[in-house]
């Protein structure tokens, strides 16, 4: 297992939002402009690293009827060190936007699905490393869709105008339906290349089953 | 399940959840200066801009008032040793995502200057429309390195600038006032209306108070 395969297979073959589809109320709910979605992802990464990197440590002495439990403690431990740290050190517009969701990100399925599926099974260093790959990954799907979103509904990039006459927002793309239609079409781009690269290389391509046509019959 | 191993489960449990608390402990006391720092700061700024310029530190002489059963803070703006002007904060609880809080300029004689909204949860991108004073800059802007640093307009809450206290309350331009209101955002204009209604009905419920202050 190499360190550089641990850390790149949450940025694209394990993506947690993209791959996983897990963790979607915050993607959801705070990817409405790119610069709410990287405070997210950056917030979240650093609480998924602790995490996993604390829980590895502490995984042969945890019983295991209690384990879940301990992991939602040391988990929530470094969410609430995260909204400390916001409220103190960064820009008070980034945390007044993000609000609720800077202390929700304890109950991110993302964090606790690392902790149980990968950090109680591997070492510390391993487990650190993976965290950050996942929170990398995290981060890079969030400003993806953040900033499609907020160009498409204001015409801006980073909060910076791009084009001049865009007086009226389109609204849609800012609210939770919006968020639903864009994260399908990255869903459906996400299949889609990865059947092409699988086909390219003369396999066969399994999609995730939380993503494949069996509930659809449109084109079939 | 043995009594036993039941107690010893808990014993750790108790253990990692002390652990943890002694680590939020320390922490929050490491990060509460910073915090509390950032909260001044944040109202720092908010009076310098609906301020404008003065020479003492608002923040230290604030007066807290009580009225109608709500609480405001009159911070007194002063220039050369004399009170100018005011800036009020005050709290409505009808905002579409519960407490907004505005501030305003009063002067002394009660006219309302510059009016800002400093809290709000309301819907972004709909309610946001009457409560933020919001420029963004242009790609433009940007690569040339202009700057435009004057205050961004906004309807709702331009449409105090001027009115004297002893008029209020205000209503709704729909209704027959003389509030500007924002299509779909109804709720959030009202709420500012609401908060700055009871602005300046606590400001003249204190006026006479206030004016022999000043006259010392």
Redesign the interface.
Known sequence: MSVIKEFTKGLWKENPVLVIVLGMCPTLAVS?SGVKSLGMGVATTFVLAGSNLVISLIRNI??A??RI??YI??I??FG??VD??M???SP?ALY??L?IFIPLIVVNCIVMGRAEAFASRNTPFISLIDGLGMGAGFTLALVALGLVREFL??G?LF????I?GWSV?F?LL??APGAFIVLGFFLAGMNYINKRKAEKAGKKYIPPPELDCRHCRICK | MKNSQIILLSIFLAIICSVAAGILAFVYKATEKDVSKMKQEKIAKALKSILGEFDNNPLESVINIEYNGRKFSLYPAKKNGKVFAYAISSTSPKGYGGKLTVMAQIDVSGKIGTVMVTEQNETPGLGTVATDRKRLKTIAELLSGKRDTSLPPNKVLDSFKGKNCSSAPWKLKKDGGQIDSITGATISSSAILDAMNFAAEAFNSKKSELQTEIAN
């Open positions: 409405s945890v019983p009827k209690i439990p301990c403690v040391v929530a431990t609430t060190i400390l740290l409220q103190a050190y008070p007044d936007a609000g509904c204001s801006t909060e910076v105008k791009m001049s927002d609204m800012s609210q």
